[in-house]
Antibody
């Protein structure tokens, strides 16, 4: 059974940092591009970043470039998102996703 | 970055057929955009229905199908069921970056 389990969300002040993690199991993690998506309260889905199978290519939505960094550890079947200089508009549920499956999400709230 | 457009809302009768579309501001949607379709019900995480234009996930009901239609990606629901009432999102690939459409709220009524 495929499982994607996010962790690391929480409340953080504007300008602060947070690191999200995603533990993957049930599939060959190293074979797939991986994504982070997010959904602000009451809003639609937004793609945030993705990373190639071997980590050699990474892409970001314009609004997070220079602030967020996606990474992966294929030996540990894990995906991460380092989020710096957080803003109120980054408040959302963040989802880890393979090409076929999604995690349940972790809530990030940026507020003073 | 590109803008991806979907119908904000659609209504279908139980047992009826409806087509949701997904267009791109950069021109025609092709198989090279690897269109995805996701379904999201209130309070739940999204789940993948269709990937790479027309491929179904193991849990995708047979009544859903994906295609390219008139320069757009399309999701057709044939024989709508009450449980199909949900938000539907398409996702297009632009050689690395991805962009979601704004979503279509489908009502089965």
């Amino acid at each position: 059974e495929v499982q994607l389990v996010e962790s690391g969300g929480g409340l953080v002040q504007p300008g602060g940092s947070l690191r999200l993690s995603c533990a993957a199991s049930g599939f060959t993690f190293s074979n797939y591009w991986m994504n982070w998506f997010r959904q602000a309260p009451g809003k639609g889905l937004e793609w945030v970043a993705n990373i190639k199978r071997d980590g050699s290519e990474k892409y970001y939505v314009d609004s997070v470039k220079g602030r967020f960094t996606i990474s992966r550890d294929n030996a540990k079947n894990s995906l991460s998102l380092q989020m710096n200089s957080l803003r109120a508009e980054d408040t959302a549920v963040y989802y880890c996703a393979s090409p076929f499956d999604w995690g349940q999400g972790t809530l990030v709230t940026v507020s003073s | 970055q590109a803008v991806v457009t979907q119908e904000p809302s659609l209504t279908v009768s139980p047992g009826g057929t409806v087509t949701l579309t997904c267009g791109s501001s950069t021109g025609a949607v092709t198989s090279g955009h690897y269109p995805y379709w996701f379904q999201q019900k209130p309070g739940q995480a999204p789940r993948t229905l269709i990937y790479d234009t027309s491929n179904k996930h193991s849990w995708t009901p047979a009544r859903f199908s994906g295609s390219l239609l008139g320069g757009k990606a399309a999701l057709t629901l044939s024989g709508a069921q009450p449980e199909d009432e949900a938000d539907y999102y398409c996702l297009l690939s632009y050689s690395g970056p991805r962009v979601f459409g704004g979503g279509t709220k489908l009502t089965v009524l």
